[in-house]
């Protein structure tokens, strides 16, 4: 099983930037599709953006498209998650996810994803 470790987050005022990174241990990451998720306190996990195994596809929530970036990099194990224009409501714990099977193209699902790292805190200040 692949163990994935978060960064990058922190504080940071409304409008601004903040680059999520997953690093991945174990097992290459590079033939996983990998999800990125958040949770608020009091709300259920949710889901931001996922990319296919090879990284040709991506794919993004509502609330965060035009604002968010997911792209990896299979040779160093990495994926990211770039956010710009940054909005108190994107304040969570950020969660980076592999999915349970091979070659997939990636999931807003949860359940679809076996490993998952701790978490980043991110807090959007207004």
């Known amino acids: 099983q692949v163990q994935l470790v978060e960064s990058g987050g922190g504080l940071v005022q409304a409008g601004g930037s903040l680059r999520l990174s997953c690093a991945a241990s174990g097992r290459t990451l590079s033939s996983y599709a990998v999800g990125w998720f958040r949770q608020a306190p009091g709300k259920e996990r949710e889901f931001v953006a996922t990319?296919?195994?090879?990284?040709?596809?991506?794919h993004y929530a509502d609330s965060v498209k035009g604002r968010v970036t997911i792209s990896r990099d299979n040779a160093n194990n990495m994926v990211y998650l770039q956010m710009n224009s940054l909005k108190p409501d994107d304040t969570a714990v950020y969660y980076c996810?592999?999915?349970?099977?091979?070659?997939?193209?990636?999931?807003?699902?949860?359940?679809?994803?076996?490993?998952w790292g701790q978490g980043t805190q991110v807090t959007v200040s207004s």
């Open positions: 996810a592999a999915h349970r099977s091979l070659y997939r193209w990636g999931s807003e699902r949860p359940p679809d994803f076996g490993s």
């Open positions: 990319i296919i195994w090879s990284g040709g596809m991506t």
